[in-house]
């Protein structure tokens, strides 16, 4: 299986940045898009970011689109969130998770229903 390893939460002020990162190992990860999540005390889990197994498409919530940024690096097995302009309603604990994808052709990113979990970092913001 993959296993996935979050890094990166934070206490931030409002307006602040913060990088998330999470670290997949055990499996190839080229086969596997990859999907950040949240989740606030008291609401569901919610899909912010996905990201095609090739990294050439992603996709974004519209409460986070044109704030945050999701990559990845291959050669790493590593992808990104880049939070900039964040919120007090930012504030969750942060999922990746990943969607083996392999021998689907890559038309849109997919991260509905992923099979692996990294096991979440806090994200605050507050001043």
């Known amino acids: 299986q993959l296993q996935l390893v979050e890094s990166g939460g934070d206490l931030v002020q409002p307006g602040g940045s913060l990088r998330l990162s999470c670290v997949a190992s055990g499996r190839i990860f080229d086969y596997y898009d990859m999907g950040w999540f949240r989740q606030a005390p008291g609401k569901e889990r919610e899909e912010i970011s996905c990201?095609?197994?090739?990294?050439?498409?992603?996709h974004y919530s519209d409460s986070v689109k044109g704030r945050f940024t999701t990559s990845r690096d291959n050669a790493k097995n590593t992808v990104y969130l880049q939070m900039n302009s964040l919120k007090p309603e930012d504030t969750a604990v942060y999922y990746c998770?990943?969607?083996?994808?392999?021998?689907?052709?890559?038309?849109?990113?997919?991260?509905?229903?992923?099979?692996?979990w990294g096991q979440g970092t806090q994200v605050t913001v507050s001043s």
């Open positions: 998770a990943a969607r083996n994808t392999l021998g689907i052709f890559i038309v849109k990113p997919r991260c509905d229903q992923p099979s692996q």
């Open positions: 990201i095609t197994r090739d990294g050439t498409l992603t």
